[in-house]
């Protein structure tokens, strides 16, 4: 098992019952998973995620989780 502390920003946090804004959300994960399958086994639709960072580095749905790896998806922002 891999252990990866998964962030959610904006909208997204619906999809962990309970999240709170800040909040870090800790869970196992099989060897080889991938953030896609992360997001399909929670139920994120990927077009709905915007920016990937994993130890505060961009990264693409590819990317094979690793132990202790910080995963932060962030749905699309808007500012002006």
Known sequence: ???VELR???ELRCYV???KLGEG???DVEGNCTIDDLMRNLE????????ILVNG???DVCYKLK???RLA???PIAGG
């Open 44 to 51: 994120i639709p990927s077009e709905i995620v915007k920016i």
């Open 67 to 69: 132990d202790n790896d």
């Open 57 to 59: 580095r961009s990264c």
């Open 8 to 10: 959610l920003f904006g």
């Open 25 to 27: 959300y800790l869970l």
């Open 73 to 75: 998806l962030f749905p």
């Open 17 to 19: 019952k309970g999240l």
């Open 1 to 3: 098992m891999t252990r």
